[in-house]
């Protein structure tokens, strides 16, 4: 019954944004809650499942978005042309010189493996050098203004969504097969760092992104508002309802994506909860409530730590795919940890670590208060002051932080969550 009451306040929370602001807002909020959700759930599995303390969830959510890139964008024949070849050959050289250096780790020892390690990752990075930078500066000569990158597939930017997972997975097998060894908080550390060098290469290597020159092509899978008003069944549905084209156009293409995102969390939620309540899921709480026992008992917690990291990151990579998708646009300069990273985690503490309903009900709260309260600050600051003189240096002090309000509500809600109910609203059973 809380559950559905918390849920059910939510819903209305929803509703009024629509009544007394606008429904094309309110659908646009339920979707980013919808996504948000969604890389909640991801980091629970980590953090609610495991105990991973993984701060890198702003890379990973980047790499989702770097799927919808490469599935959906048009290639680029002319780029492919002057540098392609040279990327493959930079490509086949890079995995030459890893298999060298693993060749060389097996076969000597001593001082000698060390110093012929060292010598191979020098010689090697140059040698990728040489063929790698004349085939980005071909790529990136190429109408810089409008391509200047060797382009996608352009295939459905849905099919992105499974590809989101899968990079977001593969970067966290390499990630947790160096870090998950570390202790928490060097763990912390390392993935935050981790990710900051992700962002750092898609800024960086415009062959690949577009760095921040952003990807503005992406076709959405979805009708268009403006293909949805030149549809006779459209206008149909449109007149029948009494409502304007235009208007409806808009709801109509928000409806499609709310639909799309609630299946999938759907689907990632029934998943999440089959593997929770399963002999795996007790576990991987066994190993995060005393791990010294769990090794005692002949479980591989190194092994078993990568996989939960492994899964949780590829729900993250889902769901940065999943926001590319309906910016239809890829853009590496907005991905910061506040938004990608500790917002979520504020998210998973607030709904409930350890509960899937908790993180998902955490990401819907905690995004719609987020939205909001850029809305509502400068009014409600209005309001505090009004009784103020107008020169008053506290008067101008404050309304020039109200946009600073929703920073300050985020540590009110933890700190009052922590304080009244700190495992979360929705508690681990």
């Avoid at 550390?189 to 900051?196: D, K, N, Q």
């Avoid at 990632?268 to 593997?275: T, Y």
Wanted: with cysteine.
């Amino acid at each position: 019954m809380r559950n559905i009451i918390l849920f059910g306040l939510m819903g209305l929370a929803l509703v009024a944004a629509g009544e007394f602001q606008s429904w094309p807002f309110a659908l646009t909020i339920l979707n980013l809650c919808l996504i948000s959700a969604v890389m909640a759930l991801g980091v629970n599995i980590q953090w609610g499942y495991a105990g991973i303390f993984n701060v890198g969830i702003m890379g990973f959510a980047a790499l989702g978005g770097v799927a919808a890139v490469l599935v959906n964008a048009a290639p680029v024949p002319e780029a492919w042309a002057a540098g392609g070849a040279g990327i493959g050959a930079s490509l086949l050289a890079a995995l030459a010189v890893i298999g060298l250096i693993v060749l060389i780790r097996k076969k000597l020892s001593g001082q000698l493996r060390r110093y012929a390690t060292i010598a191979a990752v020098i010689g090697g990075y140059f040698a990728v050098r040489e063929v790698y930078d004349p085939a980005v500066a071909a790529i990136e000569a190429i109408d810089p203004a409008k391509t200047g990158y060797l382009g996608g597939l352009g295939l459905p930017i849905i099919f992105s969504w499974a590809v989101g997972g899968a990079f977001a997975a593969g970067g966290a097998w390499v990630v947790g097969k160096v870090a998950l060894g570390l202790r928490s908080d060097y763990l912390a550390i390392a993935t935050l760092g981790i990710s900051e060098i992700i962002i750092a290469v898609l800024k960086n290597e415009d062959w690949l992104t577009r760095g921040v020159k952003n990807v503005s092509t992406l076709k959405p899978d979805v009708p268009t508002a403006i293909e949805l008003q030149g549809a006779d069944w459209f206008l149909g549905v449109a007149t029948w309802l009494d409502a304007d084209p235009v208007a409806a156009s808009g709801i109509a293409v928000k409806l499609f994506y709310a639909v799309l995102f609630a299946l999938v969390l759907a689907g990632l939620m029934w998943f999440a909860e089959r593997a929770l309540k399963s002999p795996w899921g007790r576990m991987m709480r066994a190993i995060r409530d005393n791990r010294d026992a769990a090794e005692a008992m002949g479980k591989n917690v190194t092994r078993r730590h990568l996989q939960t990291f492994v899964i949780g990151s590829a729900v993250v990579g889902i769901a940065g795919a999943m926001l590319t998708t309906m910016d239809a646009q890829f853009t590496p300069g907005s991905y910061n940890p506040l938004r990608f990273t500790f917002l979520i985690w504020v998210m998973v503490i607030v709904g409930g670590s350890g509960n899937n309903w908790g993180s998902v009900l955490g990401g819907f709260l905690i995004w719609f208060v987020w939205i909001e309260a850029e809305r509502f600050g400068p009014i409600v600051m209005e309001l505090v002051t009004s009784g103020m003189d107008p020169e008053s240096p506290l008067r101008t002090n404050l309304l020039d932080s109200a946009a600073h309000l929703r920073l300050f509500l985020m540590g009110a809600i933890l700190l009052l969550v922590l304080r009244f109910s700190p495992r979360g609203l929705i508690p681990e059973k």
